[in-house]
């Protein structure tokens, strides 16, 4: 949910694009254990690169992804060579060099909280990404044109997630696009809590959204 739509009261997918998962998630559900969630949420290369029940079981680079999913950005948000975005979460910087190549000229920026992930981001992107916490975003007020968080937020307890919310907004200029888990049936809802390896604040649609307003998001 972006925080624009929002303000227009209605709700956008900018992600329509990004390729959907074929997993049979009830059987990732049943095969998930305590212990790999533990292993998943230290966000280091047993999560990127390690088995696949800890996490993606090889993180690697993949044109067919983002690129499909950045004209969309593109175009809400009218971004140019002039642009500047942040990336809250960037892992090792796939989206943001597909950015890069569908935007030439575009200004990146991007933070994670894993050191892995940045030591190993991908050359393109090296020099504009850096290991931070989304809770204290190392940026000044209204210093870029969009920030964009893909299921990054929804790892951080209910009370640090709205901090890194009210972070985003401090650091941008008004346009952040947002992704979390959430559910609409309770149906969903557990099968999101038992595929789930690392997301902490999981909530209903609609508390969300009460959520967002109440930070001031």
């Not at 997993?23 to 095969?31: H, S, V, Y």
Request: aromatic share 12%; net charge negative; glycine share 6%.
């Amino acid at each position: 949910i972006n925080n624009r739509s929002l303000k227009l009261g209605k709700e956008i997918n900018l992600m329509k694009n990004f390729p959907r998962t074929k997993r049979d998630i009830k059987q990732r559900g049943a095969e998930k254990t305590n212990e790999d969630r533990e292993l998943a949420r230290k966000f280091e290369k047993d999560f990127f690169d390690g088995d696949r029940r800890n996490g993606y079981g090889g993180f690697e680079y993949n044109s067919r992804f983002w690129q499909p999913v950045v004209p969309d950005f593109k175009e809400f948000y009218n971004l140019t060579k002039e642009s500047k975005i942040l990336d809250v979460g960037c892992a090792k910087g796939f989206m943001l060099h597909d950015f890069s190549e569908l935007i030439p000229g575009i200004q990146v920026q991007g933070i994670d909280i894993s050191n892995y992930a940045i030591e190993n981001s991908m050359p393109s992107v090296k020099d504009y990404v850096q290991v931070a916490d989304a809770r204290d975003l190392p940026f000044e007020d209204n210093s870029f044109d969009l920030v964009i968080s893909i299921n990054t937020v929804h790892n951080l307890a209910k009370e640090e997630c709205g901090i890194a919310l009210q972070e985003i907004e401090r650091v941008s200029r008004g346009s952040s696009f947002v992704v979390v888990d959430a559910y609409r049936t309770e149906e969903e809802k557990k099968f999101m809590y038992a595929w789930n390896l690392t997301g902490i604040t999981i909530m209903h649609i609609n508390e969300w959204k009460k959520f967002f307003n109440e930070i001031g998001y």
